[in-house]
């Protein structure tokens, strides 16, 4: 999942720096892809680096625009993308998701956001456990639960096919 958030990034920093014509924006779009497995800062940082190379090759109205171009992949990834992503891999809603996050990091800053939607995932995959009644029935084990082989693997002998 997170190859795919990190591949829908990079395309869009690598697709707004060569509409910009900016140099390297090959080299960019793979650093971005690379730095969006960092949580928190790899992205950010591949982001000031693509700009700064903006800056550098063609002048501060080209890296104003790339910064905007940065700022407005990294919102999409970071709010609608992400979510979704996230949301399906862990079975949560993504407005959960979001709302997690921005629980998490309120209370707890940056390891709050991290540690939220694994938090949520938990206690939602508890609530539906208990609340779906599964537990209440009694389960009698069979033969095959308490002995996982068959009884001529056991003995040593060739099973039937």
Request: hydrophobic share 60%; glycine share 10%.
């Amino acid at each position: 999942m997170q190859i795919f958030v990190a591949f829908v990034d990079a395309l869009g920093i690598g697709v707004i720096a060569g509409i910009l014509r900016i140099p390297l924006a090959l080299p960019i779009a793979v650093a971005v892809f690379l730095g969006s497995f960092v949580p928190v800062v790899g992205a950010v940082v591949t982001g000031i680096l693509a700009v700064f190379v903006a800056l550098v090759y063609n002048g501060p109205v080209v890296a104003l625009i790339m910064l905007a171009g940065v700022l407005f992949i990294q919102q999409i990834e970071g709010h609608v993308l992400q979510p979704l992503v996230m949301g399906t891999a862990v079975k949560v809603h993504p407005l959960a998701v979001v709302f997690a996050v921005a629980t998490g990091s309120l209370v707890a800053g940056i390891a709050g956001a991290l540690f939220a939607v694994p938090v949520v995932a938990t206690v939602n995959a508890m609530v539906l456990f208990v609340a779906g009644g599964r537990w209440r029935q009694p389960h009698r084990p069979s033969e095959d639960d308490m002995v996982p082989q068959s009884r001529a693997a056991m003995k040593g002998e060739p099973e039937d096919v």
